[in-house]
């Protein structure tokens, strides 16, 4: 099944899983190790994922945030309290296709999701494993489909600030590769 056949609840769970693995991975020690995100460590990866989508997401819907431990007190606990509340909103038809307003207009939640937070899950599961010494293969359809679908917004993303300049890499690199050089990464 490539990822155009998934929706973006079954794309979410996959990935999601992809990234709790590396979570739940994490050993004690290794929180406060330094990750590829400049001024970030392990936690603050966990923390920038936790603490932007829930608030995006569910509150496009009108859905109370979770409760869950800090990002401090419990890293793991709360990307499970994150996660398990955009399974729910994602897995439920009538949210899922709920309106939202977004700057790019109007659009079902499930594509917000689709649009802003697949590809964010994606690449900071690599900026977790490289942060704390865990495999850095990550889903290789999903590599290359959000590359393909980045390329054309080049000069947009990298001047709205949502990305460093791009790392040069061999013109045979795999779609990984490309994709996390294209974030200003260096794989």
């Known amino acids: 099944m490539t990822t155009t056949e998934r929706t973006t609840a079954q794309r979410w769970q996959r990935l999601a899983d992809d990234f709790g693995r590396r979570v739940d991975a994490v050993p004690a020690d290794r929180w406060d190790a ?89 690449v900071h599961a690599w900026d977790l494993a490289r942060a704390t010494g865990q495999d850095e293969r990550l889903d290789a359809a999903e590599a290359s489909g959000f590359l393909a679908g980045i390329e054309p917004w080049d000069a947009a993303l990298r001047s709205s600030g949502h990305y460093g300049a791009r790392v040069p890499v061999p013109d045979d690199a795999d779609d990984q590769t490309k994709l996390l050089a294209f974030t200003g990464r260096r794989p």
């Open 34 to 122: 330094p990750a590829p995100c400049e001024g970030w460590v392990a936690r603050d990866v966990v923390r920038h994922v936790v603490d932007w989508m829930p608030s995006l997401y569910l509150g496009a819907v009108g859905v109370p945030l979770p409760e869950g431990p800090s990002v401090d007190d419990d890293p793991a606990g709360a990307w499970r309290a994150a996660d398990a509340a955009i399974r729910s909103v994602l897995e439920e038809p009538a949210t899922a296709h709920q309106q939202t307003s977004t700057r790019a207009g109007e659009m079902p939640l499930e594509d917000l999701v689709a649009m802003t937070g697949l590809m964010d899950l994606l």
